[in-house]
């Protein structure tokens, strides 16, 4: 989780692709926020080549930018590792994203064995909670679902959400109005919806911004670990 706009998404991103690169797993995607999905496979293409799009009269003179030969390499590599879902709007709930990430990996013309199933963002699902369940156990009933699908597939799933809204602490530039605002750091239980964010996932990671110092810096801050062998 973290603060909109603060590199939840990117970090992810990073996460994919080194994995991918040093261990071969595969991914399959369903995000939203990321569409279109060739604009997704453009931000993977440049953390796996370490190198950027740019404007022809920019990549003359750039060293950063990414070449033909690069481009070729980094688009095989992310056709290999990653599939892209972009799910009905009107079905978008947990259970039809369960059947289109079964559906993938069984497929009988061209199945997709993937290691890790990747939602961005939880917020952007169709809720459909019954009429006698609090918010509370409907999402206890949520994440309990997920750890029973993950279990039975055997893969690794990574859930972003969106923090309750942060009290603004300060702004960068007092002076400025256009300045950025900054927020105070949100922990796994400022996750909107409950508490059981904290108490049932595995591993919880806030990614957070700090706008006050130049040049900005990136806090990744782990904020739970259920086993210790998988980190700390």
Known sequence: TGIPNHGKSTWLDNVMVHLASLHNWKFLVISPENQPIERHVESLIEIHSGRKFMHPDQANISKRALTGDMLGISTKFVDEHFRFVNPDETEFDLEYLFELARATKHDEDEPFEFDGLVIDPYNELEHKRPNAMSEVEYISWGLGRIRRFVKNEDCH?????????????ARSDENDPRISKIYAKPSLYDIAGAAHWYNKCDMG??????MDKKPE??????QKVRYRECGS
């Open 205 to 210: 990671v806030i990614v957070y911004r700090n």
């Open 157 to 169: 799933l990574w859930m972003v959400a969106h923090p309750t809204k942060q009290k603004e602490i």
């Open 217 to 222: 810096t990136t806090l990744i801050d782990v």
